[in-house]
């Protein structure tokens, strides 16, 4: 794309479209964008980047001497209701996705797609950065804000280019799965279970893009598969090519010796074969099957010697909103998980009672996306909040409501109670905040779940707890 001199992303406020865009202004092309509204942590990337951008849409955001513009997948972003879509469409200009865009830049590397249902941001963030401690200098995409590396998109000089790959579709344009534009030399495969009801209405539509991007592999390329996740052994049946496998008590490699602490122990295995003994801060089961993945994949290849790997495996600190600590300010542990579909948010309900077996779990839980919010998933709530002692329910996202079978508040509070969860509703922030001050005791521990910004409450929740049990 050296011949490219200026593009302009409408939806820059996304984790990968800001993504793409830094890797397209460090191959040196300008770079402009805009959004409705831009939130953290993709508004602090943006502003330490120094990419501009402006809010909120309109059609004089476009620079007139862009040579391309990129558009992204966003119930909002149709030329029916948005002026600065519109102007895109009758500009002649010509329009792509940012996956496109992601699948020319990394054309001529050896591109590693990292994809699956859940765990891909902390396996090629956790790659990216063994590959970085090893000095391979790789350039890689990561669909989400990571603590380390340094950034989330990087165009390095090593001959490895490391993408986390989406089945979601391109744009409102392009049903194909974004990952089917990454043309990929290898790729890992973190579990695989039925999520994104209104795009993939059974688990066979869920798992036909997965099929093509493995039918995408050059014959020499390695295909690294977990031994989890619900639609595994499913998918397994239609694989006819070799592969590795990886898990915890499970894989070819895989993690044995657990020692659970704030700094977890664990013994890596290939086969029979004691490989290394690693330390990690990462909370959870499933970073621990992370872990095993990017080992399954370095270590087939050859790309890591083991002292690098265990030094690198203990420095990583993992992604923003992947449980991360929300502050060090108070006695209560507070964290903020990833609650996009039901397997993400049972991993991190399970991770904090493992390293918190002693407190009660307070669980604040925002359904926000698609599936969370579709009437055809509902029966996610009767199990997803085992091991929570209270629950409280923000309002849903009414985002793109029209689309698919919204539920209401009151009929998610109604299920998760049917369920035997005692669980209350919470709406406006202020009024919530104040009902949170009475609810939540010095005994216990607090997991912010959502994908969305739950109108601030991710930032205001740790700030009350650091008033109300102060270190």
Known sequence: MSDIKKVHFIGIGGAGMSATAKLLRDSGTAVTGSDEAVYAPVADFLKDEGIAYQTPYAAKNIPDDVDFIVIGKNAKLIAESNPEVAAAEVSGKPILSFPEVLGELAREKEVVVVAGSYGKSTVTALLAHCLQSAGRDPSFFIGAIPYTPDTNAHLGDGELFVLEGDEYPSSNTDARSKFLHLYPTHLILTPLAHDHFNVFPTPEDYLKPFSELVSMLPENGALITSAAGALHE??????????IT???????????????????????YEDDVHVLDGETSLLGEHNLENIAGVAAFLFSQNLVTKEQFTSAIASFRGIHRRLDKKSEYTTVPVYEGFGSSYEKARSAIEAMNLHFPKKRLVVIFEPHTFSWRNRDAISWYDTVFEGASKIFIYEPATQGAGTHKQLTQREIVARTAEAGFDVMPISEPKAAIELLKHEITENDAVLLLSSGPMDGLIDSVPKMLEEQFPV
């Open 234 to 243: 499913q998918f397994f049946k239609s694989i006819e090519r070799p592969f």
């Open 246 to 268: 990886y898990g915890v008590h499970e894989g070819t490699f895989r993690i044995e010796n657990i020692t659970w602490g704030q700094r977890t122990t664990f013994s890596l």
